[in-house]
Protein backbone atom coordinates (compact mmCIF):
# COMPACT_ATOMS: atom_id res chain seq x y z
CA UNK A 1 0.00 0.00 0.00
CA UNK A 2 1.30 3.21 -1.09
CA UNK A 3 1.41 5.78 2.31
CA UNK A 4 2.80 8.48 -0.12
CA UNK A 5 0.41 11.72 -1.06
CA UNK A 6 -1.59 12.00 -3.94
CA UNK A 7 -0.06 14.03 -6.49
CA UNK A 8 -1.52 14.36 -9.91
CA UNK A 9 -0.02 15.94 -13.03
CA UNK A 10 -1.76 17.05 -16.23
CA UNK A 11 -0.38 17.70 -19.65
CA UNK A 12 -3.01 19.39 -21.73
CA UNK A 13 -1.97 19.91 -25.62
CA UNK A 14 -1.25 24.04 -26.97
CA UNK A 15 -4.79 23.50 -28.66
CA UNK A 16 -6.85 23.17 -25.71
CA UNK A 17 -5.31 25.50 -23.91
CA UNK A 18 -5.52 28.20 -26.49
CA UNK A 19 -9.28 28.49 -27.23
CA UNK A 20 -11.37 29.89 -25.06
CA UNK A 21 -14.17 26.97 -24.65
CA UNK A 22 -11.97 24.30 -24.21
CA UNK A 23 -10.08 26.41 -21.93
CA UNK A 24 -12.75 27.46 -19.85
CA UNK A 25 -14.25 23.37 -19.93
CA UNK A 26 -10.40 22.44 -18.84
CA UNK A 27 -9.51 24.82 -16.13
CA UNK A 28 -13.29 23.96 -14.27
CA UNK A 29 -12.16 20.18 -14.75
CA UNK A 30 -8.38 20.51 -13.67
CA UNK A 31 -9.83 23.10 -10.61
CA UNK A 32 -12.18 19.49 -9.32
CA UNK A 33 -9.44 17.54 -9.26
CA UNK A 34 -9.01 16.39 -5.51
CA UNK A 35 -5.60 16.99 -3.71
CA UNK A 36 -2.05 17.74 -5.00
CA UNK A 37 -1.54 18.92 -8.96
CA UNK A 38 0.42 20.23 -11.46
CA UNK A 39 -0.50 21.41 -14.94
CA UNK A 40 1.97 21.20 -18.01
CA UNK A 41 0.78 23.02 -21.08
CA UNK A 42 1.76 23.86 -24.59
CA UNK A 43 1.36 26.57 -27.18
CA UNK A 44 2.35 25.77 -30.42
CA UNK A 45 -0.52 27.14 -31.95
CA UNK A 46 -0.32 30.50 -30.30
CA UNK A 47 3.49 30.51 -31.07
CA UNK A 48 2.88 29.79 -34.74
CA UNK A 49 0.09 32.78 -34.84
CA UNK A 50 2.34 35.20 -33.17
CA UNK A 51 5.47 34.40 -34.81
CA UNK A 52 3.33 34.93 -38.18
CA UNK A 53 1.81 38.54 -36.98
CA UNK A 54 6.22 38.74 -36.20
CA UNK A 55 6.73 38.20 -39.80
CA UNK A 56 8.77 34.96 -38.71
CA UNK A 57 7.75 31.52 -40.21
CA UNK A 58 7.04 28.37 -38.40
CA UNK A 59 9.12 25.53 -39.73
CA UNK A 60 8.29 22.04 -38.10
CA UNK A 61 10.74 19.11 -38.58
CA UNK A 62 8.88 15.54 -37.85
CA UNK A 63 5.91 17.75 -35.62
CA UNK A 64 8.84 19.43 -33.84
CA UNK A 65 9.62 23.14 -34.25
CA UNK A 66 12.62 24.45 -35.36
CA UNK A 67 14.24 27.56 -32.80
CA UNK A 68 15.80 29.79 -33.95
CA UNK A 69 17.21 33.23 -31.91
CA UNK A 70 13.65 34.79 -33.11
CA UNK A 71 11.74 32.08 -32.50
CA UNK A 72 13.07 31.08 -29.11
CA UNK A 73 12.13 34.72 -28.34
CA UNK A 74 8.42 33.88 -28.90
CA UNK A 75 8.38 30.73 -27.86
CA UNK A 76 9.49 32.75 -24.24
CA UNK A 77 6.74 35.38 -24.82
CA UNK A 78 4.35 33.13 -25.66
CA UNK A 79 5.03 29.87 -23.52
CA UNK A 80 6.14 31.59 -20.70
CA UNK A 81 4.44 35.09 -21.04
CA UNK A 82 0.87 34.68 -22.54
CA UNK A 83 -0.39 31.02 -22.32
CA UNK A 84 1.60 30.68 -18.74
CA UNK A 85 0.35 33.81 -17.34
CA UNK A 86 -3.02 33.26 -18.62
CA UNK A 87 -4.06 29.94 -17.21
CA UNK A 88 -2.09 31.07 -13.65
CA UNK A 89 -4.54 34.19 -13.34
CA UNK A 90 -7.83 31.79 -14.33
CA UNK A 91 -6.90 29.61 -11.86
CA UNK A 92 -5.95 32.07 -8.97
CA UNK A 93 -9.81 33.61 -9.91
CA UNK A 94 -10.99 29.57 -9.33
CA UNK A 95 -9.58 29.74 -6.14
CA UNK A 96 -6.50 27.35 -7.25
CA UNK A 97 -2.92 29.04 -5.85
CA UNK A 98 -1.14 28.84 -9.22
CA UNK A 99 2.56 29.19 -9.67
CA UNK A 100 3.95 29.52 -13.14
CA UNK A 101 7.06 28.19 -13.67
CA UNK A 102 9.58 27.65 -16.72
CA UNK A 103 12.62 25.32 -15.75
CA UNK A 104 14.36 28.18 -15.16
CA UNK A 105 12.72 29.34 -12.41
CA UNK A 106 14.48 28.09 -9.07
CA UNK A 107 16.45 25.58 -11.52
CA UNK A 108 13.40 23.26 -11.91
CA UNK A 109 14.64 21.62 -15.16
CA UNK A 110 18.06 21.43 -16.84
CA UNK A 111 18.60 20.62 -19.91
CA UNK A 112 21.23 20.17 -23.17
CA UNK A 113 20.69 21.76 -26.43
CA UNK A 114 20.14 19.16 -28.74
CA UNK A 115 23.02 17.81 -30.40
CA UNK A 116 22.87 18.45 -34.23
CA UNK A 117 22.75 14.80 -36.29
CA UNK A 118 20.44 14.89 -39.26
CA UNK A 119 18.45 17.89 -38.46
CA UNK A 120 19.16 21.33 -36.56
CA UNK A 121 16.47 22.08 -34.37
CA UNK A 122 17.99 25.13 -33.05
CA UNK A 123 17.24 26.12 -29.58
CA UNK A 124 15.71 22.63 -28.39
CA UNK A 125 16.30 21.15 -24.79
CA UNK A 126 16.80 17.45 -24.03
CA UNK A 127 15.87 17.07 -19.88
CA UNK A 128 18.77 16.27 -18.04
CA UNK A 129 17.16 16.59 -14.77
CA UNK A 130 14.38 17.66 -12.78
CA UNK A 131 15.20 19.66 -9.07
CA UNK A 132 12.05 18.57 -7.38
CA UNK A 133 12.96 19.56 -3.70
CA UNK A 134 11.49 22.95 -3.52
CA UNK A 135 8.96 21.94 -6.01
CA UNK A 136 7.48 19.35 -3.86
CA UNK A 137 8.09 21.65 -0.93
CA UNK A 138 5.55 24.08 -2.56
CA UNK A 139 3.20 21.70 -3.74
CA UNK A 140 2.94 20.50 -0.03
CA UNK A 141 2.26 24.21 0.87
CA UNK A 142 -0.87 23.87 -1.65
CA UNK A 143 1.09 25.85 -5.10
CA UNK A 144 -0.65 24.38 -8.13
CA UNK A 145 2.61 24.59 -10.49
CA UNK A 146 1.57 25.44 -14.20
CA UNK A 147 5.19 24.64 -16.44
CA UNK A 148 5.55 25.76 -19.55
CA UNK A 149 7.69 24.07 -22.05
CA UNK A 150 10.77 25.58 -21.97
CA UNK A 151 13.99 24.65 -19.83
CA UNK A 152 17.57 26.07 -19.37
CA UNK A 153 21.07 24.95 -20.04
CA UNK A 154 22.36 26.36 -16.91
CA UNK A 155 24.71 28.53 -19.12
CA UNK A 156 22.35 31.36 -19.28
CA UNK A 157 20.14 30.09 -22.72
CA UNK A 158 16.54 29.18 -22.56
CA UNK A 159 15.69 26.04 -24.39
CA UNK A 160 12.60 25.10 -25.85
CA UNK A 161 10.97 21.81 -24.53
CA UNK A 162 8.57 19.28 -25.46
CA UNK A 163 5.38 19.01 -23.15
CA UNK A 164 5.27 15.44 -23.18
CA UNK A 165 8.81 15.68 -22.08
CA UNK A 166 8.30 17.76 -19.20
CA UNK A 167 5.42 15.98 -17.68
CA UNK A 168 7.07 12.63 -17.61
CA UNK A 169 10.22 13.45 -16.67
CA UNK A 170 8.66 15.90 -13.59
CA UNK A 171 6.58 12.65 -12.81
CA UNK A 172 9.56 10.76 -12.44
CA UNK A 173 11.31 12.98 -10.04
CA UNK A 174 8.07 13.62 -7.88
CA UNK A 175 7.84 9.71 -7.94
CA UNK A 176 9.93 9.63 -5.05
CA UNK A 177 7.96 11.71 -2.49
CA UNK A 178 4.64 11.39 -4.31
CA UNK A 179 2.39 8.45 -5.28
CA UNK A 180 2.10 9.92 -8.34
CA UNK A 181 -0.79 9.90 -11.57
CA UNK A 182 0.60 10.96 -14.74
CA UNK A 183 -2.61 12.21 -17.22
CA UNK A 184 -1.97 12.93 -21.29
CA UNK A 185 -4.55 14.92 -22.51
CA UNK A 186 -5.48 15.13 -26.26
CA UNK A 187 -8.70 15.26 -28.41
CA UNK A 188 -9.31 11.73 -27.67
CA UNK A 189 -10.58 9.48 -25.49
CA UNK A 190 -7.93 7.31 -25.47
CA UNK A 191 -5.93 5.02 -26.75
CA UNK A 192 -8.28 3.54 -29.40
CA UNK A 193 -8.27 0.05 -31.56
CA UNK A 194 -9.88 2.53 -34.39
CA UNK A 195 -8.66 5.52 -34.24
CA UNK A 196 -12.32 6.79 -36.12
CA UNK A 197 -14.24 4.88 -33.70
CA UNK A 198 -14.81 6.69 -29.87
CA UNK A 199 -16.47 3.60 -28.87
CA UNK A 200 -13.44 1.81 -29.45
CA UNK A 201 -11.08 2.88 -26.26
CA UNK A 202 -8.92 0.35 -25.25
CA UNK A 203 -9.50 0.79 -21.23
CA UNK A 204 -6.65 -0.51 -19.70
CA UNK A 205 -3.32 -1.83 -21.67
CA UNK A 206 -0.25 -3.45 -20.00
CA UNK A 207 3.30 -3.44 -21.86
CA UNK A 208 2.99 -7.02 -23.48
CA UNK A 209 -0.10 -5.79 -24.90
CA UNK A 210 1.17 -2.95 -26.32
CA UNK A 211 3.97 -4.59 -28.00
CA UNK A 212 1.38 -6.77 -29.48
CA UNK A 213 -1.20 -3.68 -30.44
CA UNK A 214 2.03 -2.29 -32.41
CA UNK A 215 3.21 -5.50 -33.85
CA UNK A 216 -0.63 -5.95 -35.04
CA UNK A 217 -1.02 -2.46 -36.63
CA UNK A 218 -3.87 -1.33 -34.00
CA UNK A 219 -1.62 1.13 -32.65
CA UNK A 220 0.36 3.09 -34.55
CA UNK A 221 2.00 6.74 -35.36
CA UNK A 222 2.03 9.48 -32.08
CA UNK A 223 0.69 6.79 -29.81
CA UNK A 224 3.84 4.48 -29.68
CA UNK A 225 6.18 7.20 -28.39
CA UNK A 226 3.46 8.33 -26.20
CA UNK A 227 2.74 4.46 -24.69
CA UNK A 228 6.90 4.12 -24.34
CA UNK A 229 6.86 7.36 -22.17
CA UNK A 230 4.10 5.87 -20.01
CA UNK A 231 5.86 3.13 -19.46
CA UNK A 232 8.76 4.52 -19.06
CA UNK A 233 7.38 6.48 -16.37
CA UNK A 234 5.78 3.25 -14.38
CA UNK A 235 9.28 1.49 -14.77
CA UNK A 236 10.41 4.70 -12.81
CA UNK A 237 7.72 4.65 -10.18
CA UNK A 238 5.31 6.48 -11.21
CA UNK A 239 1.81 4.77 -10.14
CA UNK A 240 -0.57 5.39 -13.30
CA UNK A 241 -0.78 6.82 -16.76
CA UNK A 242 -3.99 7.97 -18.15
CA UNK A 243 -4.34 8.74 -21.46
CA UNK A 244 -7.37 10.88 -22.20
CA UNK A 245 -9.69 13.73 -23.47
CA UNK A 246 -8.70 17.01 -21.99
CA UNK A 247 -12.49 17.05 -20.28
CA UNK A 248 -12.52 13.58 -18.88
CA UNK A 249 -9.58 13.96 -16.05
CA UNK A 250 -11.40 12.45 -12.95
CA UNK A 251 -9.01 10.02 -12.97
CA UNK A 252 -11.23 6.93 -14.11
CA UNK A 253 -11.97 7.77 -17.71
CA UNK A 254 -9.47 7.33 -21.22
CA UNK A 255 -7.15 4.62 -20.90
CA UNK A 256 -5.29 3.62 -17.76
CA UNK A 257 -1.54 2.09 -17.59
CA UNK A 258 -0.93 0.75 -13.65
CA UNK A 259 2.22 -0.34 -11.79
CA UNK B 1 18.86 46.89 16.84
CA UNK B 2 17.30 45.43 13.98
CA UNK B 3 17.36 41.45 14.36
CA UNK B 4 15.99 40.83 11.34
CA UNK B 5 17.56 39.12 8.38
CA UNK B 6 18.40 41.42 6.07
CA UNK B 7 16.88 42.33 2.52
CA UNK B 8 16.99 44.30 -0.39
CA UNK B 9 14.55 44.87 -2.79
CA UNK B 10 16.13 46.27 -6.42
CA UNK B 11 14.07 48.03 -8.65
CA UNK B 12 15.44 48.59 -12.42
CA UNK B 13 13.94 50.22 -15.12
CA UNK B 14 12.87 48.95 -18.74
CA UNK B 15 16.27 50.45 -20.27
CA UNK B 16 18.69 48.80 -18.22
CA UNK B 17 17.15 45.29 -18.34
CA UNK B 18 16.44 45.97 -22.23
CA UNK B 19 20.30 46.70 -23.28
CA UNK B 20 22.70 43.80 -23.57
CA UNK B 21 25.45 45.92 -22.25
CA UNK B 22 23.42 47.65 -19.04
CA UNK B 23 21.82 43.95 -18.22
CA UNK B 24 25.07 42.21 -18.00
CA UNK B 25 26.54 44.96 -15.44
CA UNK B 26 23.38 45.08 -14.01
CA UNK B 27 23.52 41.38 -13.39
CA UNK B 28 27.15 40.88 -12.51
CA UNK B 29 26.48 43.66 -9.41
CA UNK B 30 22.78 42.18 -8.18
CA UNK B 31 25.01 39.00 -8.72
CA UNK B 32 27.57 40.55 -5.90
CA UNK B 33 24.80 41.85 -3.47
CA UNK B 34 25.11 39.87 -0.41
CA UNK B 35 21.54 38.39 1.49
CA UNK B 36 18.41 37.76 0.89
CA UNK B 37 17.10 40.06 -2.35
CA UNK B 38 14.39 40.54 -4.69
CA UNK B 39 14.56 42.15 -8.67
CA UNK B 40 11.71 43.94 -9.92
CA UNK B 41 11.89 45.08 -13.54
CA UNK B 42 10.36 47.09 -15.92
CA UNK B 43 10.15 46.16 -20.04
CA UNK B 44 8.48 49.50 -21.03
CA UNK B 45 10.96 50.00 -24.32
CA UNK B 46 10.47 45.84 -25.27
CA UNK B 47 6.58 46.36 -24.67
CA UNK B 48 6.60 49.28 -27.21
CA UNK B 49 9.18 47.51 -30.04
CA UNK B 50 6.86 44.15 -29.65
CA UNK B 51 3.93 46.02 -30.09
CA UNK B 52 4.82 48.24 -33.29
CA UNK B 53 6.27 44.95 -34.76
CA UNK B 54 2.70 43.63 -34.42
CA UNK B 55 0.91 46.83 -35.72
CA UNK B 56 -0.38 48.29 -32.44
CA UNK B 57 0.52 51.69 -31.73
CA UNK B 58 1.79 52.49 -27.56
CA UNK B 59 -0.30 55.37 -26.08
CA UNK B 60 1.24 57.23 -23.49
CA UNK B 61 -0.76 59.62 -20.68
CA UNK B 62 1.66 61.56 -18.11
CA UNK B 63 4.62 58.85 -18.37
CA UNK B 64 1.80 55.78 -18.34
CA UNK B 65 0.96 53.43 -20.65
CA UNK B 66 -2.39 53.13 -21.68
CA UNK B 67 -3.53 49.17 -21.58
CA UNK B 68 -5.69 48.08 -23.80
CA UNK B 69 -6.81 44.20 -24.62
CA UNK B 70 -3.95 43.99 -27.10
CA UNK B 71 -1.67 46.01 -25.19
CA UNK B 72 -2.39 43.36 -22.34
CA UNK B 73 -1.79 40.72 -24.27
CA UNK B 74 1.62 42.08 -25.39
CA UNK B 75 3.09 43.13 -21.42
CA UNK B 76 1.82 39.92 -20.93
CA UNK B 77 4.38 38.19 -22.77
CA UNK B 78 6.97 40.85 -22.92
CA UNK B 79 7.17 41.54 -19.11
CA UNK B 80 6.12 37.77 -17.94
CA UNK B 81 7.91 35.93 -20.50
CA UNK B 82 10.40 37.86 -22.63
CA UNK B 83 12.44 39.62 -20.25
CA UNK B 84 11.50 38.32 -17.00
CA UNK B 85 12.87 35.36 -18.40
CA UNK B 86 15.88 36.02 -19.83
CA UNK B 87 16.49 37.53 -16.38
CA UNK B 88 16.11 34.18 -14.02
CA UNK B 89 17.66 31.91 -16.87
CA UNK B 90 20.86 34.35 -16.74
CA UNK B 91 20.72 34.70 -13.36
CA UNK B 92 20.42 31.15 -12.86
CA UNK B 93 23.48 30.94 -14.92
CA UNK B 94 25.73 33.09 -12.09
CA UNK B 95 24.14 30.78 -9.46
CA UNK B 96 21.54 32.61 -8.52
CA UNK B 97 18.00 30.58 -7.35
CA UNK B 98 16.18 33.30 -9.23
CA UNK B 99 12.51 32.66 -9.65
CA UNK B 100 10.63 34.80 -12.05
CA UNK B 101 6.79 35.81 -10.72
CA UNK B 102 4.14 38.11 -11.47
CA UNK B 103 1.56 39.04 -8.76
CA UNK B 104 -0.96 36.29 -10.18
CA UNK B 105 1.63 33.72 -9.24
CA UNK B 106 0.81 32.19 -6.02
CA UNK B 107 -1.30 35.35 -5.73
CA UNK B 108 1.05 37.17 -4.52
CA UNK B 109 -0.40 40.67 -5.50
CA UNK B 110 -3.52 41.90 -5.54
CA UNK B 111 -4.78 44.96 -7.11
CA UNK B 112 -8.26 46.78 -8.72
CA UNK B 113 -8.29 48.16 -12.17
CA UNK B 114 -8.07 52.05 -12.12
CA UNK B 115 -11.09 53.57 -12.10
CA UNK B 116 -11.70 56.01 -15.14
CA UNK B 117 -11.79 59.75 -13.76
CA UNK B 118 -10.10 62.15 -16.49
CA UNK B 119 -8.08 59.09 -18.60
CA UNK B 120 -9.16 55.68 -18.76
CA UNK B 121 -5.46 53.32 -18.33
CA UNK B 122 -7.37 50.50 -19.69
CA UNK B 123 -6.03 47.06 -17.58
CA UNK B 124 -3.89 49.10 -15.16
CA UNK B 125 -3.96 48.06 -11.77
CA UNK B 126 -3.91 49.67 -8.37
CA UNK B 127 -1.91 47.53 -5.79
CA UNK B 128 -4.49 46.42 -2.89
CA UNK B 129 -2.53 43.82 -0.99
CA UNK B 130 1.10 42.33 -1.21
CA UNK B 131 0.93 38.46 0.50
CA UNK B 132 4.40 37.85 1.53
CA UNK B 133 4.12 34.74 3.88
CA UNK B 134 4.94 32.18 0.99
CA UNK B 135 7.47 34.87 -0.68
CA UNK B 136 9.27 34.82 2.48
CA UNK B 137 9.49 31.35 3.15
CA UNK B 138 11.27 31.02 -0.08
CA UNK B 139 13.10 33.93 0.28
CA UNK B 140 14.59 32.31 3.47
CA UNK B 141 15.17 29.43 1.27
CA UNK B 142 17.58 30.99 -0.97
CA UNK B 143 15.19 31.69 -3.64
CA UNK B 144 15.80 34.94 -5.27
CA UNK B 145 12.32 36.34 -6.76
CA UNK B 146 12.21 38.17 -10.23
CA UNK B 147 9.16 40.23 -10.10
CA UNK B 148 7.75 41.60 -13.69
CA UNK B 149 5.42 44.85 -13.17
CA UNK B 150 2.24 42.48 -13.88
CA UNK B 151 -1.02 42.14 -10.76
CA UNK B 152 -3.94 40.44 -10.70
CA UNK B 153 -7.66 41.61 -9.41
CA UNK B 154 -8.06 38.14 -8.04
CA UNK B 155 -11.60 37.87 -11.10
CA UNK B 156 -9.10 36.40 -13.65
CA UNK B 157 -7.44 39.54 -14.85
CA UNK B 158 -3.81 40.57 -15.50
CA UNK B 159 -3.40 44.27 -14.60
CA UNK B 160 -0.82 46.17 -15.94
CA UNK B 161 1.38 47.67 -13.10
CA UNK B 162 3.72 50.36 -12.15
CA UNK B 163 6.85 48.30 -11.31
CA UNK B 164 7.62 51.71 -8.69
CA UNK B 165 4.71 50.94 -7.31
CA UNK B 166 5.34 46.75 -6.84
CA UNK B 167 8.95 47.22 -5.16
CA UNK B 168 7.39 50.17 -2.71
CA UNK B 169 4.55 47.75 -1.61
CA UNK B 170 6.64 44.87 -1.78
CA UNK B 171 9.17 46.42 0.38
CA UNK B 172 6.88 47.53 2.94
CA UNK B 173 5.20 44.16 2.69
CA UNK B 174 8.03 42.57 3.39
CA UNK B 175 9.14 45.36 6.01
CA UNK B 176 7.06 42.49 9.11
CA UNK B 177 9.69 40.26 8.76
CA UNK B 178 12.73 41.67 7.11
CA UNK B 179 15.21 44.34 7.66
CA UNK B 180 14.14 45.59 4.21
CA UNK B 181 16.56 48.55 2.20
CA UNK B 182 14.70 49.59 -0.87
CA UNK B 183 17.22 50.30 -4.14
CA UNK B 184 15.23 52.45 -6.91
CA UNK B 185 17.81 52.27 -9.62
CA UNK B 186 17.91 54.60 -12.63
CA UNK B 187 20.10 56.48 -15.26
CA UNK B 188 21.39 59.28 -12.58
CA UNK B 189 23.58 58.78 -9.86
CA UNK B 190 20.71 60.01 -7.19
CA UNK B 191 18.70 62.76 -6.48
CA UNK B 192 21.04 65.76 -7.93
CA UNK B 193 20.87 69.58 -6.66
CA UNK B 194 21.71 70.49 -11.06
CA UNK B 195 19.96 67.63 -12.85
CA UNK B 196 22.57 68.09 -15.14
CA UNK B 197 25.48 68.11 -12.67
CA UNK B 198 26.53 64.45 -11.70
CA UNK B 199 28.58 65.96 -8.74
CA UNK B 200 25.78 67.59 -7.81
CA UNK B 201 24.61 64.41 -5.26
CA UNK B 202 22.81 64.70 -2.01
CA UNK B 203 23.96 61.76 -0.28
CA UNK B 204 21.33 62.21 2.24
CA UNK B 205 17.85 63.72 2.62
CA UNK B 206 15.48 63.58 5.06
CA UNK B 207 12.02 64.96 4.91
CA UNK B 208 11.63 68.47 6.03
CA UNK B 209 14.55 68.77 3.62
CA UNK B 210 12.77 66.93 0.73
CA UNK B 211 10.21 69.46 0.96
CA UNK B 212 12.75 72.81 1.37
CA UNK B 213 13.96 71.16 -2.00
CA UNK B 214 10.93 70.92 -3.11
CA UNK B 215 9.66 74.24 -2.05
CA UNK B 216 12.86 75.89 -3.99
CA UNK B 217 12.55 74.30 -6.88
CA UNK B 218 15.75 72.18 -6.48
CA UNK B 219 13.88 69.19 -6.54
CA UNK B 220 11.00 68.68 -9.30
CA UNK B 221 9.34 66.23 -11.92
CA UNK B 222 9.47 62.82 -12.13
CA UNK B 223 11.80 62.87 -8.43
CA UNK B 224 9.09 64.03 -5.95
CA UNK B 225 6.53 60.72 -6.59
CA UNK B 226 9.96 58.57 -6.53
CA UNK B 227 10.44 60.09 -2.77
CA UNK B 228 7.11 60.52 -1.86
CA UNK B 229 7.29 57.09 -2.48
CA UNK B 230 10.49 56.43 -0.57
CA UNK B 231 9.17 58.41 2.70
CA UNK B 232 6.02 56.39 2.42
CA UNK B 233 7.90 53.18 2.61
CA UNK B 234 10.32 54.04 5.58
CA UNK B 235 7.11 55.75 7.50
CA UNK B 236 5.48 51.87 7.12
CA UNK B 237 8.67 50.03 8.10
CA UNK B 238 11.41 49.98 5.30
CA UNK B 239 14.72 50.77 7.00
CA UNK B 240 16.53 52.64 4.21
CA UNK B 241 15.54 53.62 0.44
CA UNK B 242 18.30 54.13 -2.01
CA UNK B 243 17.90 56.02 -5.00
CA UNK B 244 21.11 54.87 -6.97
CA UNK B 245 22.45 53.84 -10.47
CA UNK B 246 21.92 50.68 -11.80
CA UNK B 247 25.50 49.70 -11.43
CA UNK B 248 25.91 51.38 -8.38
CA UNK B 249 23.51 49.13 -6.15
CA UNK B 250 26.42 48.66 -2.86
CA UNK B 251 24.76 49.58 -0.26
CA UNK B 252 26.69 53.07 0.00
CA UNK B 253 26.45 54.75 -3.55
CA UNK B 254 23.44 57.33 -4.56
CA UNK B 255 21.13 59.18 -2.30
CA UNK B 256 20.27 57.80 1.06
CA UNK B 257 16.86 58.20 3.00
CA UNK B 258 17.04 56.27 6.49
CA UNK B 259 14.39 55.80 9.37
Redesign the interface.
Known sequence: MNMKEKLTIIKVGGKIVEEEDSLHQLLAAFTAVEGHKILVHGGGRSATK?AA???IESQMINGRRVTDADML?VV???????V???I???L??QGV????L?G????VIRSHKRPVKDVDYGFVGDVDAVNGT?LA??IR?G?VPVMAP?T?D?????LNTNADTIAGETAKAMADVFDVTLMYCFEKKGVLRDAEDDDSLIPHINESEFKRYVEEGIIQGGMIPKLENSFEAIHAGVSKVIITLATAIDGVSGTVIER
Open positions: VQLGNTMVYGGLNKNVVRQANALGTADMDLDLKILHGQGHI
